[in-house]
């Protein structure tokens, strides 16, 4: 048998069924172990309530994940095992959470109130898998399907609009048709989802390795949940747009998140990702790939250190990958080169790099003030243009010459610093 639930998972299994009640492994852990792969976290349903669980489990340490809903944390073997009561969901008003939730004493009514067949499985060791909707016949043909009528489905809780394409992108299956035609007329449920839910469905859905297929093939959902991104929005340029994700690294997030948006202006990205509650650094991110992309690739090593120390080098090699994604040629390969040999020499990005600091300008008898920061930035700005060498005498002496330029151009009594445009940054 494909499902094999681990040792301490099996533990908690056969606690319960010790004791009188049924127990089984549910959800996405079935639907992965039959797909071959390993699954990440093994859910446990069974009939037995909150408190009688409470009670079977006194030795173990308990976490009460959620009782209103039947849910507890157990500790087993040193891992966490989530186990729920057998439940349906009673009306949901606000096409998100149930009014309120009832326990049954079945497992196959527990299984319809799941969202798709392929979510739709359990199984136990001694009874095998438990499959009342079919949904082994629909990993088989990689079809993602509703549990029931979808149009209802989708009613009682929106977020599965974008649930059934996070699937669809993660496994490259397809909708069944009848879901497909109800996730497309019933997209506007999608405003009574709250932000961080849409933005990490979002999120599941550009990570996953076929999400240009289902963001060119739903364009209306994601203007649903990104309707800035709608302006400027020509089929055309959506497909464009959406092709590019797919040449960005699986694992980036962030930088599929800044092709998607790349037609908006920064602060119009911004706004969008604040809205969407999106975390503080992927929002910086998006933010500062938006801004640099609307400015000139550096064409010197020196203008290179610097948007390194502007953005960071994580940052600055990002920037050429999606370059290269969207504008492809000479300039990417000439500041691709660039970058290596910049990085082939000891580092000056930042006045952290200098071999020298504001200490070593007072020794020398600049008074303090912004001259300090001046005259260190333009020695940066030299080191970096290499017209200064990096190390301490070259520094020093160069100093000297600033400090004096300076005191010639500054009465004594003003202590502004008057050193011309030193501080030349991207
Ligand atoms: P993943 O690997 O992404 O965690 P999963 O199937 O385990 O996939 P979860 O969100 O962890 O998904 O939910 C566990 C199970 O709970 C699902 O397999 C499904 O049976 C059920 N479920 C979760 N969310 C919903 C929902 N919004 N509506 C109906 N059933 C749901
Ligand atoms: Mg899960």
Redesign the pocket.
Known sequence: MLINPPSYVLSVLQQLERAGYQAYV????V??SLMGMR???W?VCSDATPEQMLALFERRRVIPTGLKHGTITVRSQGHNVEVTTFRIDGAYSDNRHPDQVSFVAKLEEDLS????TI??MAYNPRRGLVDVFGGEKDLENHTIRCVGKPDV?FH??G??IL?AL??AS?FSFDIEKETEDSIRRNRQLLSNISAERIFKELQ?ILLARDATRILTAFPEIFVTILPETQATQSPKEWMDRTCDIAQAPENSFPMRLTLLLRNLTPPQARSVLSRLRSDNKTRHYVVTMLEELSKPLPTTRGEMRKLIGHIGLDEARALLCIQAILTPGKNVLEANRLLKEALAAPPAYTLRHLRIDGQKLLALGATSGPILGEILQRLLNEVQEEVLTNEKDALLRRAKELLALHAKTVPSTDSSPNLGCVCKSR
Do not use: I, Q, S, W
Request: include cysteine.
């Open positions: 549910v959800g996405g852990c639907r992965d699954p990440e976290d859910d109130r799941r969202d798709f979510n739709a489905r009682e809780d977020l599965r649930r996070r699937f993660r599941g």
